[in-house]
């Protein structure tokens, strides 16, 4: 197993343009979720699904957008980048079948943004 | 989400045992205790988890106290290679389900 797939690994984009993080996973896992880990900081949840077709908000949704057609596959969407988006981003997944959310995380390895 | 209280950081030598306590006083029945461990540059890893006593893996052991509102992570004879950054989690679905993470704690290894 690949485990959990980020791309790309680094981007730069100026202010105003948009992209897609990609992010998929071959665990089958129905909990998927999307952090930003800024410099010495901790992660905060941006957006995370429970399954296909099914999305919620986290703590930092602004600006971000999220879908979830398929069980392997939830990108994330900066709509119109700013400098304040400039941040590691990490894709994780986990089992969370039948209700069962204490199943580990797994984690990407992260996409490095720079907006200038 | 229980709080949950680390320390920013910790400095250790190599060989030696750390442990890293976390403090949870308001950890709810249905809560569970996790923590990761995250090198520079890559994501968080799964480390341990526990709901009570004691639990031990190939990596480290967990300590938890009958009243449950604390935790201690134990790295047995830690290595340079330890060097990384601990969070602690508590929650009834800290595998998935909304999971945050707070600041965590740095840990250093010197030689």
């Known amino acids: 197993n690949a485990g959990v797939t980020q791309t790309p690994k680094f981007q730069v984009l100026k202010t105003g ?26 992660l905060r949840l941006i957006h995370y699904s429970v399954g296909a077709g099914i999305t919620d908000q986290g703590e930092v949704p602004n600006g971000y957008n999220v879908s979830r057609s398929t069980t392997e596959d939830f990108p994330l969407r900066l709509l119109s980048a700013a400098p304040s988006q400039t941040s590691v981003y990490f894709c994780a997944s986990s089992r969370g079948d039948r209700g069962n959310f204490n199943s580990p995380l797994h984690f990407g390895n992260g996409t490095r943004l720079t907006v200038t | 989400l229980a709080k949950t209280t680390q320390p920013i950081s910790m400095d250790s030598y190599e060989g030696q045992e750390v442990n890293i ?9 249905n809560d569970y205790i996790t923590w990761y461990q995250q090198f520079p540059s890559q994501g968080p890893r799964f480390i341990i ?8 893996n190939e990596v480290a052991s967990l ?6 509102k604390s935790s201690t992570l134990s790295l047995p004879r830690v290595s340079l ?31």
């Open chain 2, 21 to 29: 306590t976390c403090s949870h006083n308001n950890i709810a029945t």
């Open chain 1, 17 to 42: 343009q948009s992209m897609t993080l990609q992010c998929a996973q071959d665990m089958n896992h129905e909990y998927m979720s999307w952090y930003r880990q800024d410099p010495g900081m901790g």
């Open chain 2, 63 to 68: 300590f938890i106290p009958a009243d449950r």
């Open chain 2, 49 to 56: 988890q526990g709901y009570k006593t004691k639990v031990t």
């Open chain 2, 81 to 111: 290679s330890d060097t990384a950054v601990y969070y602690c989690l508590v929650g009834p679905n800290t595998g998935g389900f909304k999971t945050i993470f707070g600041a965590g704690t740095r840990l250093f290894v010197k030689a």
